[in-house]
């Protein structure tokens, strides 16, 4: 499975949490290239199902 499927597959993955940020965003450090590219183009879609508490979290810790 590509990073970007794994990505993909984490926004499947409802809920969000603060873990997701953790792993979406340590998937986007691993890719590379165009596929950093389009995982990065997912992150308005993690931040969008998140609730504030762990947006602010997750915003704290540098992940959005």
Not at 16 to 37: N, P, V, W
Not at 43 to 50: F, K, V
Request: charge should be negative; hydrophobic fraction near 40%.
């Amino acid at each position: 499975m590509t990073l970007l499927q794994q990505a993909q597959q984490l926004l499947k993955q409802t809920p969000y949490t603060i873990q997701t940020c953790r792993d979406f965003a340590h998937l986007e450090k691993r890719a590379k290239g165009q596929e950093a590219d389009q995982i990065a183009d997912l992150l308005p879609a993690i931040i969008a199902g998140l609730d504030q508490q762990t947006h602010m979290q997750a915003f704290d810790e540098g992940l959005v």
